[in-house]
């Protein structure tokens, strides 16, 4: 085959670039992702001006159920600030193997739901092993959601919560976004990521977020900065409301 002459090829690009700014025309630029070659921890993958992190695979599943995890992290101060009512209906993205999904059903109880999504089947299982050990599985949605959709009923979530989990979306607009729909009017999106701006942090520098880069990422969708809560150890807590 010919190889395309140079001016083709760049009438090719700009259309491929029409094209795709046509097709979701509510994409602001600044939002666009780049391409460069991958760090040791990364995909390659720039969106605004950080590279994604890699996913963290089901193989590393007993990390997160660690017996030191609530004492380092102190999960019980997140799952006291989240102040969750009977009754709510909350989004746990990136579940992983249900670490805070069986907490906050044990807070939303018999009336309330906890939508697990997931992209990998693998935690999946292993989520719903430990609910139905837990005695929690009637209270929980498990969802296999792709690299780009959670899979969640538009306007039907009151608090979505994303634990260490946003900075290794691939997709980070499409997931937003789709996370955004999925709220209720007034609902939470309460980013929990390890705090980037903390070198004493032990924690892969890909897998940490500054409280500056959440905001400027979230400031592309129609949502309020609420606060950010700073009283865990290694990490911040980040509160958005859906406009
Ligand atoms: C570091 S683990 C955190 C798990 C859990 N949030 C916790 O704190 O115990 C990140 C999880 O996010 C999942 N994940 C990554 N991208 C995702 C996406 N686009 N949608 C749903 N889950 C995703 C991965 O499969 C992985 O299980």
Redesign the pocket.
Known sequence: MRPMSSARSILALALAVTVAFAADPARPPEAAYTTRPRTRDGIGKIYFGREIAQ??GHQGAGW?ERPSREAEERTDLLLEALALKPGEIVAD?????G??SWRMAQKVGDTGRIHA????QE?LDLLMANMRRRGVADRIVPVL?T?QD?KLPPASIDTILV???YH???FPFE?ARAMIAALKPGGRLVFVEYRGEDPAVPIKPLHKLTEAQVKKEMSVHPVTFERTLSLLPQQHIIVFRKT
């Open positions: 996913v963290m997160l993205i990136g579940a992983g193997t670490y805070f999504i997931e992209i990998q935690m959601g690299v959670p634990v260490d989990v290794e979306f691939d997931m």
